[in-house]
């Protein structure tokens, strides 16, 4: 009767403590499982950590050049236009040649070649307008103020003759691409960007 009664006592205690560690063991399940779920990042959490991480350009250098390049073919180095302009920067074949660049399916393939075709046709045509620059900049042709980034832009789009032509005669003389783009509106979009990391030269090279 003794052994009946204290086995009943062993297996009520066993099932207590069976029971006590199951729900600790749920309650210890349930904790983690909200934990994890807490941590878990919104979309609205993750959009600014994305956003801080996109190079801020504005209007340095950078940003000029990579305005430009965005207009002029997106962005993209191996793109030849309908016209036969090439690149990133949309270079003519007679351009290329001034800076002993003859090979073109090497140039599409060569993004630090173009950046610095670019560079240079910058240097030399900041060298051939260094009179308008200094004389033009600040004042507003057809209620558009006049900056070095801007007649950059424009003399890359039309060459240095037609914008020197332009800023001569005030505004009066224009001229428009093959696409439609003009003079008057390059200077207005690339207007105030700091280009004075670029050097007038008479004779830049691309190495």
Known sequence: MKKRIFFTILLTIGVFISSFTKDKKNTISTINTTKEIAFVPTEKEISPIKKSVIPFVGKSFNGFKEALAFRESG?????????????????????????????TQHFLENAELQEDAFMALCSLNKWILRKEIQKMVGKKINGIEITESGILAAAHLAGSGNIKEYLRTNGKYRFTDGFGSSMQHYLKKFEGYDTSIIEANKNPKVL
């Open 75 to 103: 962005g993209r180095y191996d793109i030849v236009s309908s016209f036969g302009y090439l690149g990133k920067y949309q270079f003519g074949k007679s351009t290329l040649k001034r800076f002993n660049i003859h090979d």
